[in-house]
């Protein structure tokens, strides 16, 4: 079973930067494609990022593309969402994924979770 957990939300200004991680344990990190989802208040959770198992492919939702970029580090078993000039309607909690492709994960992907990390964007 793969564990999740993710880190680096918090509060940040519209126009600031962060970064956010997930770590990977329990199975190879490496063979894995990995998502970002989020979840704002009141609605319904939603994907917003993919990239395959050797980093070389990535998928991004219309909201967000052009303001986020996943990358990973198959080192460090770890993912990364960079969130550039969050704007207040990415507030909400992210969570990372774990599934056999990226077509998994933006087909339905319905766990496992980590807790998520919460993102707020406000001035």
């Known amino acids: 079973q793969v564990q999740l957990v993710e880190s680096g939300g918090g509060l940040v200004q519209p126009g600031d930067s962060l970064r956010l991680s997930c770590v990977v344990t329990?199975?190879?990190?490496?063979?894995?494609?990995m998502g970002w989802f989020r979840q704002a208040p009141g609605k319904e959770r939603e994907f917003a990022a993919a990239?395959?198992?050797?980093?070389?492919?990535?998928y991004y939702a219309v909201s967000v593309k052009g303001r986020i970029t996943i990358s990973r580090d198959n080192a460090q078993n770890t993912v990364y969402l960079q969130m550039n000039r969050p704007k207040p309607e990415d507030t909400a909690v992210y969570y990372c994924?774990?599934?056999?492709?990226?077509?998994?994960?933006?087909?339905?992907?319905?766990?496992?979770w980590g807790q998520g990390t919460q993102v707020t964007v406000s001035s």
């Open positions: 994924a774990a599934d056999a492709t990226t077509r998994a994960l933006r087909g339905g992907y319905s766990g496992p």
């Open positions: 990239i395959n198992s050797d980093g070389m492919n990535t």
């Open positions: 329990g199975r190879t990190f490496s063979t894995y494609a």
